[in-house]
């Protein structure tokens, strides 16, 4: 058994189109989408109408639920602002009704039950928290913690846009310093501590670990391997042209309409790096709370990091590298 795995698309409808030519040449026995398949690159509706009419598997993600709470007024208040959520207000308009109902159905959290292979375990962050993800350097105790109600050994996460392949073991009893024996009452349990193979095949259309081209992985069963969970993991990744994508924040009005957000996407897609967390992250240790508008913040910020002609100098559309 093959299966591609696919996520955190986010609206980029020429990644995914490189991926699935990729597909057609590896031609998996089925295809996941592990969630985040709209918003931040402004093909999202492209994106949804391209996997209706595929027989992949979607579950959905974090950015599915920005649509859907705010389509359904369970969003905060505070979302109505324009300055900080402009992204979302252009997402709402460029988003059909049938598609929002597609979106609407779509699990959250899946396991997969192959006749000739063994259990797996898919969701976009944990099960029960779809913005709970995982990177390489993350102490293997806290991904612990994090699967604790996760019994399949093998597990797909997402949202990172991180490739990952990672063996979590469990940490128990004196070990792991959390107490008495006494307190495993099966002693199967307290012999063996249980064992995850952790798998996130990055992102398709916004990879976030510095490599600016299109992710995936195809996983293969393997039982009788000694890899934990009995999958076998291949990342890849694709080279496509990103100009289509940055041309289409100016020509779909995203990039002016969803103001700082929009831009700190767009940053994203020509560096690969944490753009919008490096943003706020330094906005937490060098402003005051809520004293400037996220405009005047962000300005200050490319005046005081020199980030913007970083941006520039990598930018495909201005001949960057
Ligand atoms: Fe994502």
Request: charged residues 25%; negative net charge.
């Amino acid at each position: 058994m093959r299966l591609a795995i696919l996520a955190d698309i986010h609206g980029n409808i020429f990644a995914l189109r490189a991926v699935t030519a990729r597909l057609e040449q590896l031609q998996p026995d089925a295809v996941i989408v592990n969630g985040d398949i709209i918003n931040a690159i402004p093909f999202s509706d492209q994106v949804v109408d391209f996997l209706r009419q595929t027989d992949w598997i979607i579950v959905r993600g974090n950015h599915e639920f920005y649509y859907l709470d705010y389509a359904s007024g369970r969003a905060p208040e505070s979302w109505h602002d324009p300055e900080r959520w402009g992204q979302l207000h252009w997402l709402m308009k460029h988003i059909r009704p049938d598609q929002g109902n597609y979106l609407a159905a779509l699990p959250d959290d899946l396991a997969l039950f192959y006749p000739d292979a063994t259990p797996v375990r898919v969701t976009h962050g944990t099960p029960g928290h779809n913005r709970r993800g995982f990177s390489n350097s993350m102490p293997e105790d806290d991904i612990a913690a994090a699967l604790s109600d996760v019994p399949q050994q093998t597990f797909i996460n997402a949202h990172s846009h991180l490739q990952i392949d990672r063996i979590i073991k469990e940490r128990r009893g004196e070990e792991a310093g959390t107490g008495n024996p006494v307190y495993f009452l099966e002693e199967a349990q307290r012999q063996n501590p249980r064992v995850w193979h952790i798998i996130n095949p990055g992102s398709v259309g916004q990879p976030l670990n510095g490599d600016v081209r299109a992710q995936f992985a195809i996983i293969e069963s393997a039982p009788s391997s000694p890899i934990p969970g009995g999958w076998r993991v291949m990342h890849h990744r694709i080279p496509y042209d990103r100009r289509p994508a940055l041309e289409g924040y100016y020509s779909s009005g995203m990039l002016e309409a969803g103001g700082v957000i929009s831009e700190l996407f767009y940053w994203e897609l020509v560096t690969a790096e944490r753009e919008i967390s490096n943003f706020f992250l330094w906005r937490r240790a060098n402003l005051p709370q809520g004293a400037f508008s996220i405009r005047d913040e962000f300005e200050a910020y490319k005046r005081a990091t020199g980030r913007e002609s970083y941006i520039r100098k990598r930018d495909p559309l201005l001949g960057g590298f």
